[in-house]
């Protein structure tokens, strides 16, 4: 699926019909979202993903957008 006229603030045009949250350090770690209401987290590129960085409870860095499949997050950064 191709998308076109995106802002450069992806959230502002899209209505994201998924979204998943990793927090496994206790703090927000990625943050992915998609287009397909139950979308496959294991196959297809159907998740844009964020990565968060965290110093003294505060987000000092989000890196993203990754493209790809939700089991993989970690592989785009």
């Known amino acids: 699926m191709a998308i076109t006229n995106v802002s450069t ?3 502002d045009d899209i209505k994201w019909k ?3 949250f990793d927090w496994t350090t206790g703090d927000l770690d990625y943050r992915g979202v998609s287009l397909y209401p ?3 987290t294991s196959t297809g ?3 844009w993903i964020w990565k968060y960085t965290w110093t003294a409870n505060k ?3 989000m890196e993203g957008w990754g493209w790809g499949n939700w ?3 970690a592989s785009y950064f």
């Open 9 to 11: 603030n992806i959230d």
């Open 18 to 20: 998924e979204q998943r």
């Open 38 to 40: 139950g979308a496959s």
């Open 45 to 47: 590129d159907l998740w």
């Open 59 to 61: 987000v000092t860095r």
């Open 71 to 73: 089991d993989d997050r």
